[in-house]
């Protein structure tokens, strides 16, 4: 980076400032939360709603957090010039891992009560001892070895999210060291293996043993490519808030930077519903009973409007409103679309757990709200305590300076 840009970069990136607002929202709706949670918590009628509900939020701010460290290390293989800019908010994001990892916490402590049976069917001895498909799968779906993987995937997650933070903000502090670059560039290729691995096996262990009779050979990249769309949403709508707000200062993301967000939001949503659609058509072709049971839940009574809703929130509503050239450099469109699929990721989260509490038709109350309120709230607060204490752009990467020329 030259010295004249180094002099003259708080002239367009000013310094980290309080987050008062943000900060007081996200305590609001963490606080409403955790309230709804604990009057759930201390009823034995709403305890299974409440245990069902705690793992829709959880799986979301996961999908967001995971999303968003895959975001990071994608850039850094690809030595991607645009997304230096808007790298930072990913790496937020990615950093909060650590708090995931806190808040699956409470799901081991429900696995481990006699509640978890509800939620994981292959927790109930007595069932099991009478399932003969269940006894066959008993030395992968037990509940020490669920526990141990989880524990490995998030050290690896954390472990990765801190290299690539710790990494960044290195160099704000040198502003002309490579060598924080060349580290993360060598680490994310091993990045992309382990993370391809361990999401895959978490997205069987907390959403497809659920069910733990059905399977799907792809619904490890059916969660992924939800997980991508969620993180890019997150991470457009957190760049043109800063940017609105001032604190990305003046010409640092441009049309160029937007425009390819929504290149991306566009990619990944499309490649959601193709995968969504090459599930679907498998299973419908094949229709082999122990495939065809979960769909045909899903398609049945009630939750055949969840299921329709599904594909008009996540692709078709999207699709259209992002298929200009024009609306990918709208920050207002932007901004819409990227609600309207972070809505969807909800809904989809929805569709794939609440069937198994709900079979006849879905049911949504503050049972099932309280714990995603609540964390979706810290995910917040950690975000605002982020901004109030480092640069809301990478300023010291040494592609910084192409990225701020960047333009299509």
């Keep these: 980076m030259s010295a004249e840009l180094g002099q003259s970069l708080n002239d367009f990136v000013p310094p980290p400032k309080p987050c008062t607002g943000l900060r007081n929202a996200a305590l609001v709706l963490s606080a409403i939360g955790a309230a709804l949670s604990l009057t759930a918590a201390f009823n034995e009628t709403h305890r299974v709603r409440l245990g069902f509900g705690y793992l829709w939020g ?217 995968i969504a659609f090459s599930q679907y058509m498998l299973i419908w072709y094949g229709n082999i009973p122990e495939e065809s049971f979960y769909l045909v839940r899903r398609f049945e009574g009630g939750w055949l409007f969840v299921s329709v809703a599904l594909g008009v929130v996540r692709f078709v509503v999207p699709f259209l409103a992002l298929l200009s050239r024009s609306a990918k450099t709208n920050p207002t469109r932007l901004l819409w679309v990227s609600i309207f699929l972070l809505a969807g990721q909800l809904l989809d989260l929805y569709w794939l757990i609440m069937p198994q509490l709900h079979p006849d038709r879905p049911i949504l109350g503050w049972q099932e709200l309280g714990p995603v309120l609540m964390l979706v709230g810290i995910l917040i607060l950690f975000v605002s305590h982020f901004l109030e204490r480092h640069l809301p752009v990478s300023v010291g990467d040494p592609l910084f300076e192409e990225s701020l020329r960047f333009y299509i």
């Design 58 to 274: 959880f799986v979301f701010v996961w999908s967001a957090a995971l999303g968003s460290l895959f975001f990071v290390g994608l850039q850094h293989l690809v030595r991607a010039v645009w997304s230096v800019v808007v790298r930072r908010v990913a790496e937020m994001f990615a950093a909060s891992i650590w708090l995931v990892a806190l808040s699956f916490v409470p799901i081991l402590l429900y696995c481990f009560s006699h509640g978890g049976a509800s939620l994981f069917p292959w927790l109930d001895a007595e069932h099991v001892s009478h399932d003969a498909l269940l006894q066959q799968k008993q030395p992968y779906l037990n509940l020490p070895f669920f526990a141990a993987r989880a524990a490995a995937f998030f050290a690896l997650w954390i472990g990765f999210a801190v290299f690539f933070t710790q990494n960044s903000l290195k160099q704000d502090v040198g502003r002309s060291s490579v060598e924080p670059a060349v580290r993360m560039r060598k680490a994310s290729a091993p990045f992309m293996l382990v993370f391809a691995v361990t999401t895959t096996f978490a997205s069987f262990d907390w959403l497809m043993s659920l069910e733990p009779h059905w399977f799907s050979t792809i619904f490890g990249v059916y969660v992924f490519s939800g997980m991508v769309v969620t993180a890019l949403a997150l991470i457009t709508i957190t760049t043109i808030g800063l940017r609105s707000s001032g604190r990305l200062g003046s010409g640092v993301v441009g049309d160029g930077h937007l425009y390819n967000l929504g290149v991306l939001m566009f990619a990944f949503v499309c490649f959601w519903a193709y």
